[in-house]
């Protein structure tokens, strides 16, 4: 056995790579990517180290090519989920004792491989699958994810540094358990970082899991199986299945062992979660830990005196990278009057020279939608802006599906502050403007914090510092991550911890040690080298000359 407090190296965010035209990056990326899309893969579920085929096969294929044919996955049934929690509790004892340091080389070495061998593949499996384009998969799927593993490392080793005092005759000692059971981690389509940071904050504290991912995921979610495996994750820790979200809740939150879920999806689904696991609280073993990330409703508000162009860019990017399926993508803007028409004319301009299409051109800045659910939602929305006397569409507006899901970046300006687009979240390219009196910046505010019941970011631009605070204040609750004169997107491990509250969720920051906290059970010890031998106190002894006739009161 190893004697000695171990320090893990110093985390530093991985460096994204540029991609430019004749870089060894991008020769590499576009040869992975031809590779692959020459390829139709046999997808199988993972379940205690097996390869798991049921013959039920469903198609995948890039939402910007949905002719294409990627290769076909697995689907289960309730049999396979119930498979899944026996391996994961049998993989538990020894997981759970192997030491800390042993669990942490084997991330460690998953953010290296993920560096080197297999970043080329990730993100060419991100940019086919989930229509990303080569900077997206990038900072997604291989520097944030990387950036997962070597902090969460890091803040694993700071939580169990933390200790309680001890006075003289005692050693008092914290021990950080794993919880009681196995946990659930339900992952999203749209980050392939956070499909893998999922599962994998979970099983760095001692846990096993059963991860579903969503079904739009789970080409690259393969890949990332194949990357835990190589980095030395014992069968059973993770073991991912390919079931139908109602089919698995139905034997997950009923089970006994069932210990917490780790999520990211629609908030609709969450508070369904909760819901379901209130009502059966009484069938299991302790409190199951429920961490949720959900939906987002994010803005951008100017003051009369931002910088026109920042707030246009923060626009541009903030609402249509990644064809605005980010839970942080910017969503509702707050224009002044004095500068709307420039800002809104600068966004325009932008607009125009977007490119859109296909992945494997690199020089198409916007893809298309993960779904054709998700175009059709989107175009319905699209619609009825422009038959609807309160909105106006100033940009984009176009959509086509007949190859891939391309629903055109889109411009919607509002007379109406609590106009539809302003209030549902949409998940897609489309941003909705109000222009409010430039004299009413303070009103606006509580117009921006009371018109969603989402927390997720927002954005403040102002060349004033008094507005900045003014904003800081009175929108404290309105975003779980705030930002001044910068776009609401690109949180950063390390950097931006991430979460919000209300309908956005539990707000408990992934990326951070907050996150790890809530993947253990601690337990506190105190041990006393020379125990009392007298159970009388020093108070009860009598001085000389004190007089104690009292007789005892309540005895036998």
Request: glycine residues 8%; hydrophobic residues 40%; charged residues 20%.
């Amino acid at each position: 056995m190893a004697n000695g407090f171990f320090n893990v190296p110093t985390p530093i965010n991985e460096p994204v790579k540029g991609y430019a035209p004749n870089s060894p990056e991008r020769t590499e990326l576009l040869k992975t990517l031809k590779e692959l899309k020459q390829q139709e893969r046999d997808i199988p579920m993972h379940i205690g180290g097996q390869e798991v085929r049921t013959g039920t096969t469903h198609r995948i294929f890039p939402p910007h090519d949905h002719q294409h044919t990627l290769g076909f996955f697995h689907e289960g049934d309730a049999s396979h989920v119930h498979q899944a929690i026996d391996a994961a509790l049998a993989a538990r004892p020894a997981w759970a004792e192997l030491p800390w340091e042993q669990r942490a080389a084997i991330f460690l070495k998953a953010a290296e491989l993920l560096a080197g061998p297999y970043r080329a593949r990730l993100n060419a499996a991100t940019m086919l699958g989930q229509s990303k384009n080569a900077f997206q998969a990038e900072i997604d799927a291989a520097c944030e994810l990387i950036d997962f593993f070597r902090f969460n490392v890091h803040f694993m080793q700071e939580l169990y540094h933390q200790q309680p005092q001890s006075q003289p005759g005692m050693w008092n000692r914290l021990e950080h358990r794993p919880l009681e059971g196995f946990v659930f981690a339900l992952t999203p389509f749209n980050f392939t970082s956070i499909a893998g940071n999922l599962p994998t904050a979970v099983a760095m504290m001692g846990n096993v899991v059963v991860w579903k991912p969503a079904y739009t995921q789970i080409y690259s979610a393969q890949v990332l199986m194949e990357l835990f495996k190589e980095a030395g994750l014992p069968d059973g820790v993770i073991n991912l299945i390919y079931v139908d979200g109602p089919v698995a809740g139905e034997v997950i939150f009923q089970h006994r062992d069932f210990a917490g879920i780790h999520f990211t999806g629609s908030t609709g689904v969450f508070q369904n979660i909760w819901q379901t696991i209130g009502q059966n609280i009484k069938r299991y073993k302790s409190y199951p830990r429920i961490v949720g990330e959900t939906g987002g409703k994010d803005f951008i508000l100017a003051h009369p005196s931002a910088h026109a162009k920042a707030v246009a860019t923060a626009i541009t990017r903030g609402a249509f990278e990644y064809q605005g399926q980010k839970c942080s993508a910017a969503s509702r803007i707050y224009l002044p009057s004095n500068l709307a028409d420039e800002i809104l004319g600068y966004v325009k301009q932008d607009l125009a020279t977007f490119k859109m299409g296909d992945v494997e051109d690199f020089s198409n800045f916007v893809n298309a939608v993960i779904s054709e659910t998700s175009f059709d939602k989107l175009a319905k929305y699209i619609d009825g802006a422009k038959a609807d006397n309160n909105a106006e569409i100033v940009a984009g507006g176009g959509y086509d599906k007949s190859k891939g899901y391309f629903i055109e970046p889109t411009v919607i300006v509002t007379k109406d502050p609590k106009y539809t687009t302003m209030c549902d979240e949409l998940f897609g390219p489309v941003v909705t403007v109000y222009i409010y009196d430039e004299a009413q910046f303070e009103q606006t505010l509580e117009v921006v914090d009371s018109t969603s019941p989402y927390a997720l970011t927002g954005a403040i631009f102002s060349q004033d510092r008094y507005a900045v605070e003014l904003a800081s204040k009175k929108l404290v609750q309105a975003a779980g991550n705030f930002y001044i004169n910068d776009k609401p997107t690109g949180a950063v491990v390390g950097q931006q911890p991430f979460g919000g509250a209300r309908a956005s969720g539990t707000n408990d920051k992934a990326g951070s040690l907050l996150n790890l906290l809530r993947w253990v059970s601690p337990r506190a010890i105190k041990e006393t080298f020379v125990p009392p031998v007298d159970y009388r106190y020093p108070f009860m002894g009598v001085e000389t000359g004190e007089n104690l006739n009292v007789t005892g009161q309540g005895g036998f």
